[in-house]
């Protein structure tokens, strides 16, 4: 499914497309908090940032997410957003009990054709960035203090990266995507009313509907390790792509 629109400035278009990308991610099923546009030079591709807080599975059986069940979402572990993040004013909620919260990268292509794999480097390369800008090189000869586990979410933890198009991707970016060493999801967002859109940068009813999205192999990871099944005693499963459409 591609958007085929009149011709549009190239930055009216990707504005509104940011900020309606921003409303949307803010809403179940993904309940992203805290989003703030960052996009400028040298921003390395980065549009928005937030925090994406996570809850556990509640007492078996798992329920799917209510009303907003979507698929990619729907891991095997149970765990899911968590709901009432995206209007919580509070500061990340990483101290409440069996909570976890991750910073989130986003970028938003609003192209005419679907996105590449090149583009999904980028992303890589932005949240490596983030990574490595968090954790500087040591200077001194001493050892580093070892520690036995590492803090979900926290300075050693890659940011999750969420790569969001107006007219989907490519299946060698997709492929691309699942492969990476990185936490990446896609997400095909699409706007009925791009006019509309533009015409209020992206705050109105302008028919956003996420048409597929997917997460790859060590967002999983992530996610299952934070919360991991009762039977698991340290490992997970790389388990498959997970994908709505």
Known sequence: ??????????????????????????????????????????????????????QPPPPSP???????????????????????SAHDKREPVDDEARLQTWDVLVQCKAEKEHLGPAVVRQLEGSILTDLARRNPPRRSLA??????????????TAPIG??????????????????????IVLAHLSIQNIPQMIATRGESDIGASLVSASVNKAFRRL??????????AGSVSDGGESSCA
């Open 1 to 54: 499914m591609r958007n085929r629109s009149p011709a549009f400035s190239p930055t009216a278009l990707g504005s509104a497309y940011e900020n309606a990308t921003r409303a949307f991610l803010s809403r179940p099923p993904f309940s992203i908090h805290g989003l703030l546009s960052v996009g400028g030079a040298g921003d390395g591709g980065v549009d928005l940032r937030g925090r994406w807080t996570w």
């Open 62 to 84: 798992f329920p799917r997410l209510g009303g907003h069940a979507v698929g990619f979402l729907n891991l095997a572990n149970g765990a899911s957003p968590h709901t009432l």
């Open 143 to 156: 050892p580093p203090q070892t520690t036995t586990t590492t803090v979900p979410g926290g300075r050693d």
């Open 162 to 183: 969420i790569l969001v198009g107006l007219s989907g991707f490519s299946r060698a970016a997709i492929l691309h995507a699942q492969t990476s060493a990185v936490p």
């Open 223 to 232: 996610i299952q390790a934070a919360f991991p099944l009762p039977n698991e």
